[in-house]
């Protein structure tokens, strides 16, 4: 190849590169969850892996930090030590994880007798993967995590694991 082949390659591959980024940032941010599916979310009759029913109207007017998972789910069971220290860490400024198993209830209530954790867990079932479809998971893929402010909009959603530094940022800035 010549040396005006590379030169075309290269630019070829960093105009790709750039379309890929914009996209992506673009696909971020239109993902969000609308205000049907947050009021969805509230509206659902959650239920806790022992059977109790969950009052949601206590999770109105704090910022929340909703992560869809299941403990099938690799990096679902690697990032819950994280989203228990940084419940931990917020939870004195208004803010509240909430776990929601996209698993059956034997399975997160034998999980959880393994790994404790110090924020709500709910189930979520069939009901609950539709919930994640209509906050913006599209893939149905696990884990995915919104964040909502205390007003009741969602400000960013992550699919995949969130690292801690990028949770803390996210949580800030819904703040």
């Known amino acids: 190849m010549n040396r005006r082949q590379w030169i075309g390659?290269?630019?070829?591959?960093l105009v790709a590169l750039a379309a890929g980024m914009a996209t992506s940032k673009w696909i971020f941010k239109t993902e969000l969850a609308d205000d049907p599916a947050i009021?969805?979310?509230?509206?659902?009759?959650?239920?806790?892996?022992?059977?109790?029913?969950?009052?949601?109207?206590?999770?109105r007017g704090k910022v929340l930090v909703v992560n869809f998972w299941a403990s099938w789910c690799p990096p679902c069971v690697e990032e819950m030590p994280t989203?228990?220290?940084?419940?931990?860490e917020f939870k004195s400024q208004n803010v509240l994880f909430v776990g929601i198993g996209i698993d059956s209830p034997s399975n997160i209530r034998e999980f959880?007798?393994?790994?404790?954790?110090s924020y709500p867990i709910v189930i979520g079932g069939l009901e609950g993967s539709?919930?994640?479809?209509?906050?913006?998971?599209?893939?149905?893929?696990l884990?995915?995590?919104?964040?909502?402010?205390?007003?009741?909009?969602?400000?960013s959603s992550k699919l995949g694991k969130i690292s801690e530094e990028e949770l803390r940022s996210v949580i800030k800035s819904a703040l």
């Open 83 to 88: 989203l228990d220290k940084l419940q931990a």
């Open 39 to 59: 009021k969805a979310f509230f509206a659902n009759s959650w239920q806790t892996p022992d059977g109790k029913s969950v009052e949601t109207k206590e999770w």
């Open 130 to 141: 539709n919930i994640s479809k209509q906050m913006g998971n599209a893939q149905g893929a």
């Open 9 to 13: 390659i290269i630019g070829f591959n």
């Open 112 to 117: 959880l007798e393994k790994t404790q954790v």
């Open 143 to 155: 884990p995915y995590t919104v964040i909502i402010n205390a007003q009741g909009k969602a400000t």
